[in-house]
């Protein structure tokens, strides 16, 4: 008998193709919703962090106050309150801080040979490239020594690199380039780091810091201090230790709010994982009303379709099939629907989610979790909206089915 029902309910969905198919629309649609939200979701979330991440491991950064015009706060940043005094008290006194380096970073044009580029010119120390996790492509980034000689040498970044040494088939390292007409000896190229949020890592030099004091900006203020924790663990407690050292030597008295912003990039991952989190889920909700959507388009089809077929119900109930087939049949029917449309939405979320793995540039973004949720779902919407038109046709009377026109 389950054979027989299932050939005549496959029989009746083959009957009407194109009523068929746009009837799985709806739980087409809404599969691939459900399984691309989560992939565009999961995308999110492996940008955000590998950015966060690109910025170093266990990194504190220390930016200024602010200061304010008229009444108006222009924003943490904005005031000159960090030095490089304050980089060795934190150095000297702060014993959970593995590494801490000063920055200063302006605007300059750079000239090699006949070519020339405006770029950022980061001043900072020997320690930088290990809270940044800067590797060297050629070459080798500036020594102790050369920052307390303030050496006039410069490591580029690798987008620096390509254009002023285009056209040039010399090794950049060794070559000499001039820094607002100050000449600066090329020590090393830095491998490509890419972007961090608006920034281009790769469109940067970076020269000692006390160069950059003595001669671009002949002050010892800085732009921000990037300090890295020891471990991932004490990176709480070496905020603190931060903290407490800056308010000491900038003396504030207790009450007197801080001249100066910590961010502790633990805690700004999750606040940005936090946000991501809140986005998948809204789309998700959207993705399940779409599967509603198309649960609702299978009901009404499944009642047309028992409209159309009350004279066969009828015929069949009079030579004696019992309630139990007539509803199983169309109860049938309508799952094949729901899991057809879940299997087609699948095939294409998977097309999707390549696409926009590689867009994103990403690994794998195909969610399991999301996939079992969605073709549950499907199975769901066929069992639970074919319930209604299987029990209408289960409850036909003959007589009056046999009468019908």
């Not at 150095?91 to 300059?108: E, F, I, L």
């Not at 006390?210 to 709480?236: H, W, Y």
């Not at 590689?358 to 549950?376: D, E, F, P, Q, Y």
């Not at 769901?380 to 019908?404: E, Q, T």
Request: glycine share 10%; proline share 2%.
């Amino acid at each position: 008998m389950w054979i027989e029902i299932l050939r005549v309910s496959w029989r009746s969905i083959r009957a009407n193709k194109m009523r068929s198919f746009l009837t799985m629309l709806g739980i087409i649609i809404g599969v691939m919703a459900v399984v691309l939200s989560s992939a565009i979701g999961m995308g999110a979330k492996d940008n955000i962090t590998s950015q966060v991440e690109g910025l170093g491991s266990n990194v504190l950064t220390v930016m200024p106050g602010a200061t304010s015009s008229g009444g108006i706060s222009q924003g943490f940043g904005s005031a000159s309150t960090l030095t490089t005094a304050d980089v060795t008290a934190i150095q000297q006194q702060d014993p959970d801080v593995k590494y801490v380096s000063p920055v200063v970073s302006h605007t300059a044009q750079v000239v090699y040979g006949a070519n020339n580029t405006n770029t950022a010119i980061e001043g900072t120390n020997e320690q930088y490239p290990e809270i940044k996790n800067v590797t060297m492509a050629q070459g080798r980034y500036f020594l102790q020594e050369e920052v307390n000689s303030a050496a006039n040498v410069a490591v580029l970044g690798s987008q620096v690199e390509q254009t002023l040494f285009a056209g040039e088939r010399v090794n950049p390292v060794g070559q000499t380039i001039e820094i607002q007409g100050i000449p600066f000896t090329v020590i090393g190229v830095a491998a490509s780091q890419g972007t961090s949020g608006f920034t281009n890592q790769d469109d940067a030099i970076a020269i000692p810091i006390t160069t950059e004091v003595n001669l671009m900006t002949g002050s010892d203020t800085v732009s921000q201090i990037l300090a890295s924790a020891t471990s991932s663990q004490v990176m709480n407690q070496a905020q603190l230790e931060i903290e407490s050292t800056l308010r000491v030597a900038h003396q504030l008295t207790p009450g007197t709010a801080d001249d100066f912003t910590i961010q502790n990039q633990a805690t700004l991952l999750s606040t940005l994982s936090g946000v991501t989190r809140v986005l998948t889920l809204l789309l998700d909700g959207i993705s399940a009303i779409s599967l509603l959507v198309g649960g609702i388009g299978i009901m009404n089809i499944m009642l047309v379709s028992v409209t159309e077929r009350t004279r066969e119900i009828g015929i069949r109930k009079a030579i004696g099939a019992r309630k139990s087939s007539i509803s199983t049949q169309f109860l049938l029917e309508s799952l094949t629907l729901s899991l057809a449309g879940a299997l087609i939405g699948l095939i294409f979320s998977g097309a999707g989610a390549m696409v926009a793995a590689r867009v994103m540039k990403t690994g794998s973004l195909l969610s399991v979790s999301a996939i079992v949720l969605s073709v549950v779902f499907s199975i769901a919407i066929g069992i639970v909206f074919g319930v209604y038109p299987a029990r209408k046709a289960a409850n036909l009377k003959p007589i009056d089915a046999l009468r019908f026109e």
